[in-house]
């Protein structure tokens, strides 16, 4: 792994070209921190909701850096070196923010693991990164997954050490507090992470294909975190709220990197519960929410179920693909009167955005516009929609990826230009900026070869009274892929193949667009931010697995 880490370094041109614009440095979020706790030692940069103690923790710069110097020095004294990496699964507390910063203080390369990840996959992944060192809770995701990771660190090599926060002695792990918060003798001294190498490891959320590792330096990071907020001032109140988990790119540099480059406070809760997250909201006059279709939809659900005392914002911000025109109308009633769109990926940090200048709608059918700083380029996909796929280059475009079960090198910035293929297609709208129309590995060609758009037929099949949520997915046939609608019915009766496309002909779809097969599920299986799993569909549509806990019918 450190000499993947080595090859994906960036080129010193392009290190030079962007610092010339300003967008990387020679400083890192530890010089932040540092200046931060020595200017404004008092000042609260993390308010932390903890569920099992039903309150809220709060640090102060001065508060976040000395848990830092502890953890790091702890790192230390258990022999992880520059370079290593040290794999984390753990909530949405501050222990996350301040061992993260503890890791680049000391050298070593950070792994953050959603909790919804199981053991399969977290296996692989310590496996494909050679961690030396995995930091879990008692309790998250289950007693019983803890354990299983306690008996999967006694068969990787690689892998030195396994702390548990909480009680580690059922499974026969260090003790977190042990190690890792104590203070014995005096403090070792650290070879900090420059900031042109690599420092994080992150994997996609593997929606089409299998995850993909991601690896970003600080300054990638520190480029996404320079970049303005696609939000007004009036919706960037402090504390921020983050809803997106800390183990993902979104709520890293939201709720760990933003608030040490702006000296601003963020606001963390450790379970996904939209009531709670209204409550926090209000008690402490927050900003804007700033995540997926799905979470904020769950928030907007919720604050019309019973309102909440809320701020009055100048906008509320969607990240993905374009949320639907009756998300957009739900956020307008509920949350604020402007819904602003953006489009990002774990590759790249923001990329496209919808402005609060554009018209109220806009967010339902555009990505908008290229953020400061980033460059696209499209190439035709497919001439008869205007559909074009997408390249991305700019500096929070990271290093480089690898296969996550072979470790596998698959692209590197130095090896393009820095050009970076999305995998997503795109058409003009009518302002100047983009529409959204899918992912290029989603797309089905049907037995005519021409591309089914997948979202339309989505779309439509959600109009349809009898269906809650429904996703087309392309399944093997002797000339092609031919469409499936996997489709979770409202609670009545499920309609069947020739009710479904007697809906969509009288809707005006074209014929060849509408699925051949249909499919009835429980609910959709979705990662943590709300994307479809799609390469989970396609695997249990074909026999190679069945579908996980769905109520497949």
Not at 19 to 43: I, M, N, Y
Not at 62 to 69: H, N
Request: with cysteine.
């Amino acid at each position: 792994m450190p000499e993947l880490f080595e090859a994906v370094r960036p080129l010193p041109a392009t290190a030079a070209r962007y610092r010339e614009q300003g967008w990387w440095r020679d400083g890192t979020f530890l010089d932040d921190l540092h200046a931060a706790a020595g200017r404004s030692p008092g000042r609260r940069v993390i308010v932390n909701w903890r569920s099992a103690e039903n309150r809220a923790v709060t640090l102060t710069f001065a508060d976040l850096a000395a848990q830092v110097k502890r953890f790091a020095d702890g790192l230390h004294r258990l022999g992880v070196r520059h370079g290593e990496v040290v794999a984390f699964q753990l909530p949405d507390w501050w222990e996350t923010a301040a061992l993260t910063l503890a890791c680049w203080g000391t050298g070593a390369v950070i792994m953050p693991i959603s909790l919804r990840f199981g053991r399969r996959e977290v296996e692989r992944m310590l496996t494909a990164t050679g961690a030396v060192l995995l930091v879990t809770t008692d309790r998250l995701p289950s007693p019983e997954h803890i354990a299983a990771l306690a008996r999967l660190a006694d068969g990787l090599p690689s892998l030195r050490h396994h702390a548990v926060l909480g009680d580690a002695s059922h499974v026969g792990a260090l003790d977190f507090d042990a190690c890792l918060r104590a203070v014995p003798g005096p403090a070792p001294r650290h070879t900090a992470l420059g900031p042109d190498e690599a420092a994080t490891v992150l994997f996609t959320s593997g929606t089409s294909g299998s995850a993909t590792a991601v690896v970003h330096s600080l300054n990638t990071l520190h480029a996404g975190v320079r970049r303005p907020l696609p939000l007004p001032p009036s919706s960037q109140g402090e504390p921020f709220p983050v809803l997106t988990p800390l183990s993902h790119g979104v709520g890293l540099r939201n709720g760990v990197l933003r608030p040490l480059l702006h000296r601003t406070s963020a606001l963390y809760c450790d379970e996904w519960d939209a009531g709670r997250w209204l409550d926090l909201i209000s008690a402490h006059r927050s900003g804007a929410p700033f995540a997926p279709p799905a979470m904020l939809a769950s928030l907007a659900a919720e604050q019309a179920r019973r309102p909440r005392d809320l701020p009055v914002w100048g906008a509320v911000a969607t990240l993905a693909a374009s949320p639907s025109r009756e998300l957009v109308d739900l956020l307008r009633r509920t949350l604020s009167d402007r819904v602003v769109n953006s489009l990002g990926s774990t590759e790249a940090a923001g990329i496209t955005a919808t402005s609060p200048a554009d018209p109220p709608d806009q967010a339902a059918r555009s990505i908008g516009r290229p953020m400061p700083g980033v460059e696209l380029r499209t190439a035709p996909a497919a001439e008869a929609d205007r559909t074009a796929s997408v390249e991305v280059r700019g500096p929070s475009v990271c290093l480089g990826t690898f296969d996550r079960d072979t470790g596998r090198l698959q692209w590197r910035a130095a090896d393009t230009d820095g050009w970076y293929a999305t995998g997503d297609l795109v058409r003009p709208d009518a302002e100047g900026g983009l529409s959204y129309a899918g992912r290029a590995s989603d797309r089905i060609s049907g037995t005519t070869q021409l591309m089914i758009p997948v979202l339309d037929v989505e779309a439509e099949l959600r109009e349809h009274p009898a269906i809650a949520d429904a996703a087309l997915v392309g399944y093997p046939a002797e000339h092609g892929d031919l469409p499936c609608a996997v489709i979770v019915p409202t609670g009545g009766p499920a309609p069947d193949l020739a009710e479904l496309n007697a809906w969509l002909a009288g809707r005006g779809m074209t014929d060849w667009y509408r699925p051949t097969r249909v499919e009835t599920v429980a609910h959709l299986p979705r990662n943590e931010l709300g994307k479809v799993r799609k390469n989970v569909l396609r695997a249990w549509l074909t026999g190679e697995q069945p579908l996980p806990d769905t109520g497949a019918g």
